[in-house]
């Protein structure tokens, strides 16, 4: 037995754990990665969000007396073509005289909606002074504005019930005469000079005395440069005729003046 107790009471045995250097406990500093993802979803949503709405165009209000051929969500506003909008309600104005239609715009279009824009509606017409429209058969009707940059901003506007013959971006010069009556003078009604068409008739109404009938032409250029304060205009008619002692005289103008 004490061979064996004196074994046992050798040389102690080392503790490899005691000659192992300290731990050192240090707090965990700054932001965990679990964190960022979250956080960097955040900023991308916001500057998608902020994008969104500064990249957004200006709303406007057209009224209309009906909304025929007009559909929110997929009727287009259109100039020269090109897509610039498009209609996202259509409602009953409060008097229930006409409709009122909402549509946004292209980012950008801010500097074109003035007091002097117009805005139509563009379908199939045919008219003495020609047919107009016909792309809408398949393609549906749309809005067309006539953007004008002078003038006052506005949003809401009233539409026109006609297509205006001449756009603002027509070259050309718009004169007013007065006539006792209309006679057989209409709107597209062409202006003639030397047997060559200048310009056309673009409206006309009563004056406020209804004393005289106030006609608007266009005259195109370069030829808008040949009036002056001498210049006279009369109404041709498209057929004239005159019965003298010499015989009967007949004085055409042309098909287009004979058809109106």
């Excluded at 045995?13 to 932001?31: H, Q």
């Excluded at 309600?89 to 824009?117: C, Q, R, W």
């Excluded at 047919?131 to 006052?152: H, M, N, Q």
């Excluded at 809401?156 to 027509?170: D, I, N």
């Amino acid at each position: 037995m004490s061979e064996i107790e004196n074994a046992r009471s050798g040389p102690p045995v080392p503790d490899p754990l005691e000659d192992a250097p300290a731990a050192i406990v240090r707090g965990r500093s700054g932001v965990s990665l679990v964190w960022l993802i979250p956080i960097v979803a955040l900023l991308l949503g916001g500057w998608l969000a902020a994008k969104t709405v500064a990249e957004r165009g200006p709303t406007v209000t057209i009224e209309f007396r009906t909304a025929t051929g007009l559909v929110a969500g997929t009727t287009k506003v259109k100039f020269k073509d090109v897509d610039i909008g498009q209609v996202t309600a259509i409602d009953v104005s409060p008097d229930l005289k006409s409709v009122i239609v909402t549509a946004e715009l292209k980012h950008g279009s801010e500097e074109f909606l003035t007091e002097k824009t117009r805005f139509w509606v563009e379908r199939p017409r045919v008219t003495a002074s020609g047919v107009s429209g016909l792309e809408t058969l398949l393609s549906g009707s749309f809005i067309a504005i006539d953007p004008v940059r002078d003038g006052k901003d506005q949003r809401r506007f009233k539409g026109l019930e006609e297509p205006p013959l001449f756009t603002t971006a027509e070259p050309g010069t718009r004169f007013t005469l007065r006539s006792p009556t209309l006679a057989s003078l209409n709107i597209g009604a062409p202006v003639y000079y030397r047997q060559i068409q200048v310009g056309q008739v673009a409206g006309f109404s009563l004056d406020s005395d209804g004393e005289a009938v106030g006609i608007d032409v266009f005259i195109f250029a370069p030829h808008d440069r040949l009036v002056s304060t001498s210049t006279r205009f009369w109404n041709a008619s498209g057929v004239d005729f005159s019965l003298s002692a010499d015989g009967v005289k007949v004085d055409t103008e042309s098909l287009m003046s004979v058809l109106i």
